[in-house]
């Protein structure tokens, strides 16, 4: 399982992100776009509307899958996690999105 968790940690924002899906690490390498293709606020936009809309589906577990939507993800707009926190969470919901065949919010680019 090493293989396929995202670690990623900031001490100075006292924030953790972990993220475990089998197949996400190989689909990262191979099919996302480079870093710096999107501005960080283009990825924070994006984060913002998909992160809201998985929140709200967690919190209706009679109406969304449990087993795809199990917790909150606590993303804070007004936060700046940097660069890389948001590449890899955009690109986390690019890869939930086609790979279970799940709309979160507006256009999901297919990879």
Known sequence: ???????????????????????????????SLPRNYHSQSYLENKNILWVGEWNRRVLQPFSYNRNLYEMTINYDQNVDYGYEVNYLIYNYMVYFQNTFKQKLFGYVPPR
């Open 1 to 31: 399982m090493k293989n396929d968790t995202v670690r990623i940690t900031n001490d100075a924002l006292e924030y953790e992100v972990i993220i475990i899906d089998a197949g996400f690490s190989t689909w990262l390498a191979s099919r």
